[in-house]
């Protein structure tokens, strides 16, 4: 049997159709993807304007949301900034008997269902040592204390996880060239360390405090919802739906939206700035 | 004045050892060595980075070897040179000066002095992302010099330098150590680089210095078949030694060859025998021979000849050889023109007498 035989010209012409029709699939999932997003948040505002002649606005609970919930995350968030560097900043650099398994167990966080994770803090703090705790620190469960809590363990995995990829991308010869040149290792650490993981740093802020501002399983599980005390954003859009009040849901859902394009954008822009400094 | 002894240092399943060497102030020692020879343990080990199993680092009679980096003074360029890129020349010089409490009004007298020195006032306010690779060099010298330092340390500085900025450099940094007196340690696989900059001379191979030396001490005699190898001496060649024929003469006969080897101690046995690329001369028929080169005498064919700037490496094949004992020859690049060689050109050479090495098998 002998084989077939195309043409010179039909054979570019075809891998010419393929490359157009390899873009057009590229284009076309993009597309579609977008255009569900933008159905979602259309629909969203939709029924926000459909709800809006019903019910009144609830000024009150909505600004208590929003303040608790700027407080929290950007607490929550700072406090993993602080406790997470030193812990990247040794796994990135150290190497020991054991150094995969501790990695591991601090990654847990990313993975665990914040549920699971909330549960877990509300059984601990029911323990001896929990109730230790919690005569040092004033009560940590269901009150604001316990929002903070719930919230900083969903997000220190993923904190130390994007520090330590920043630390990793820093080449040791400017460590080993700053104690040369005289700096101790602390000065080191300040000196060139630091201003060097800067954009690392303030990326992380912002991305841990977008995932604490959007928490909801664990901080739902140890703080409660208790209105005018641990409602933040997201667990005003449960009660919400909860007492049937989709208009007050929809409200809290425009404000996230809002909060968290504001955010990636600013630090998108901030990041980009950074870059145009140095280059 | 830095001395180095008995270091042994074990990094992972690499060992350093055995180390010894003395480099007085004013001295440039050069360590010469093949990647993976051990280059970056010992000048990390140097630095204070790796806590050296056995023996003493000495500084001025001093034994430092169990000082942090940070109090050793050292000043040092690494391959890639490492400026600070979130920090301006300025800052990148002054870096060291802020560590200890250096008043601000020492800081800028001594930063300006070095800048000046080195041409680089343009640059104080410039970061490093911006320079070219000769300027990064500089700052880089800077830096480590700014603050006067017991001692230079130089790990392949020049790597990422093109080749005529190179050259500037190297008298640069010649001239501005003169003023410093102090002992400077080059590493480097790089053999222009090597021959072009070294007081003194060490071969590092397999972790051990295999032979120290002047200059011509390294170039001329190395020590072993693999030194030769790696100074890319590449006819080296297998031998019997036949008979004396003379005072300080020996015929040495390999499976298709006959070398006339000259030496000043006794040679017997089996021998391998090496010829440096530069020390083979093509010869002209009509031309009488000087006494150096008629001894070892060679017809035979270029078989390929490569070009380079300012030089051309011949591949040559003696008349009833197998390819075992091709000859690489390199010569200057008028020579190749004078002598209308050409590829597949039938041409005589003589091998420069006295410079045949000899070690035995």
Not at chain 1, 85 to 111: C, E, M, N, Q, W
Not at chain 1, 141 to 159: E, H, K, S
Not at chain 2, 218 to 226: D, E, K, Q, T, V
Request: proline share 5%.
């Amino acid at each position: 049997m002998g084989a077939l035989k195309f043409p010179a010209t039909t054979i570019s012409c075809w891998i010419a159709v393929s490359n157009r029709l390899f873009n057009l699939v590229l284009i076309a999932v993009t597309g579609l993807l977008v255009l569900i997003f933008i159905f979602l948040i259309g629909s969203l505002a939709f029924e926000f304007f459909r709800t809006a002649p019903e019910r009144s606005t609830d000024f009150a609970r909505i600004f208590f949301a929003l303040r608790l919930s700027l407080v929290t995350a950007t607490t929550s968030a700072a406090v993993a900034l602080v406790v997470g560097t030193p812990v990247a900043y040794f796994l990135s650099r150290h190497k020991f008997p054991g150094h995969k398994i501790i990695d591991t167990l601090l990654d847990l966080p990313v993975f665990l269902s914040p549920v699971a994770l909330g549960a877990m803090l509300l059984l601990f703090f029911n323990t001896p040592a929990g109730r230790g705790i919690e005569n040092l620190t004033g009560e940590i469960v269901f009150t604001v204390r316990g929002i903070i809590i719930a919230q900083f363990f969903v997000i220190i995995g993923l904190g130390i996880r994007l520090l330590k990829n920043t630390f990793e991308h820093i080449d040791q010869e400017y460590e080993q060239m700053s104690r040369v040149l005289g700096a101790n290792k602390l000065q080191t650490f300040y000196r060139v360390v630091l201003p060097l993981a800067k954009k690392g740093m303030i990326s992380t802020l912002l991305l841990t405090w977008a995932r604490a501002i959007g928490e909801f399983g664990a901080t739902m599980t140890l703080a409660g919802a208790t209105p005018f005390k641990t409602t933040t954003l997201p667990v005003g859009i449960h009660l919400g739906f909860q007492a049937a009040d989709i208009h007050r849901a929809t409200i809290f859902i425009l404000i996230l939206i809002a909060i968290s394009l504001l955010v990636l954008l600013s630090s998108r822009l901030l990041l980009e700035g950074e870059n145009n400094d140095r280059s | 004045m830095i001395e180095v002894k008995n270091l042994s240092s074990r990094r992972g399943d690499f060992k350093l050892e055995n180390i010894n060497f003395r480099t007085e102030s004013g001295e440039y020692f050069l360590i010469l060595g093949p990647n993976g020879a051990g280059k970056s343990t010992l000048i990390k080990s140097l630095l204070g980075f790796y806590t050296p199993q056995e023996g003493e680092i000495i500084f001025n009679n001093r034994p430092i070897t169990n000082l942090p980096p940070e109090k050793r003074k050292i000043g040092y360029i690494p391959q890639q040179l490492a400026l600070f890129p979130h920090l301006k020349v300025r800052g990148n010089i002054s870096f060291g000066m802020k560590n200890s409490s250096t008043a601000r009004s020492t800081i800028n007298r001594k930063l300006q002095n070095i800048s000046q020195k080195l041409n680089i006032v343009d640059l104080l306010d410039r970061y490093p992302a911006g320079l070219s690779g000769g300027e990064k060099q500089k700052v880089a010298l800077a830096r480590a010099l700014v603050n006067k330092p017991r001692a230079l340390f130089l790990d392949e500085p020049f790597a990422s330098v093109d080749r005529a900025s190179r050259q500037q450099l190297w008298s640069l940094l010649r001239e501005v150590l003169t003023d410093f007196q102090i002992p400077v340690v080059h590493i480097t696989h790089d053999l222009e680089e090597a021959y072009a900059l070294g007081d003194s001379y060490g071969l590092l191979m397999d972790g051990r210095l295999q032979q120290k030396g002047s200059r011509e001490e390294i170039f001329s005699r190395p020590a072993s078949p693999a030194i030769a190898r790696f100074l890319s001496y590449t006819n080296i060649f297998s031998g019997r030694v036949q008979e004396k024929v003379s005072a300080n003469k020996y015929r040495v006969k390999s499976a298709e060859l006959e070398f006339i080897v000259e030496s000043k101690q006794k040679l017997a046995g089996e021998i391998q025998l090496c010829v440096r690329p530069q020390d083979i001369k093509i010869v002209q028929e009509d031309k009488p021979l000087r006494p150096e080169i008629k001894d070892n005498l060679f017809n035979g064919k270029i078989l390929d000849a490569i070009f380079s700037p300012d030089q051309v490496s011949l591949t040559f094949r003696p008349r009833g050889t197998s390819g075992a004992y091709d000859f690489k020859i390199k010569l200057p690049d008028y020579i190749y023109k004078r002598y209308n060689l050409s590829r597949g050109k039938e041409v005589r050479v003589a091998l420069w007498q006295e410079n045949l090495i000899t070690w035995p098998a």
